[in-house]
């Protein structure tokens, strides 16, 4: 599983090798005010980008400079943003 999503099992959350997914802001997460989500295809949510790298990207979604969009490769164990 990629090593920049966490959270993927936690509620039941899945996502399968080569799936397209989005990366969405979250600025109301209680936990981290850059918390950035990752919806799968479906519009379901499987998890959350790393607090260092979400905090790196927060103020670009924010300002809607870029909308990222990306594959999970599970045997890479990358997230690779498109």
Do not use: T
């Amino acid at each position: 599983m990629s090593k920049n999503i966490i959270g993927k099992f936690r509620n039941g959350w899945q996502v399968n090798n080569q799936e397209m997914v989005s990366l969405v802001r979250e600025p109301q997460n209680r936990h981290d005010p850059n918390a950035v989500k990752v919806l799968n295809v479906n519009g379901v949510q499987v998890g959350h980008i790393k607090r260092g790298l979400a905090k790196a990207l927060a103020s670009i979604l924010d300002r809607r400079f870029a909308r990222v969009e990306g594959s999970v490769h599970l045997l890479s164990s990358l997230l690779l943003a498109k």
